[in-house]
């Protein structure tokens, strides 16, 4: 993935007001990341269904992601 700060896991649970753009899963289905308005990807870790990464940092919507492990 590109550039960004780790944020580390959200916490929180309220609403949210964005649209996701783009995502991508690993090959075993394990992982699904987010690209979406608000700038920010989102790692999600199936098993848990946890979000386990917030990553920040980009200037503009997230369009295009892809997964390489």
């Known amino acids: 993935m590109g550039a960004g700060k780790n944020s580390g896991p959200s916490t929180s649970s309220g609403p949210q007001s964005h649209q996701i753009f783009c995502c991508a899963f690993n090959a075993h289905g394990t992982?699904?990341?987010?690209?979406?308005?608000?700038?920010?990807?989102?790692?999600?870790?199936?098993?848990?269904?946890?979000?386990?990464?917030?990553?920040?940092?980009?200037p503009i919507f997230i369009f295009y992601m892809w997964y390489e492990y």
């Open 31 to 58: 992982v699904f990341v987010t690209g979406s308005s608000d700038h920010l990807a989102r790692v999600y870790l199936n098993s848990l269904s946890l979000l386990a990464i917030l990553l920040n940092g980009y």
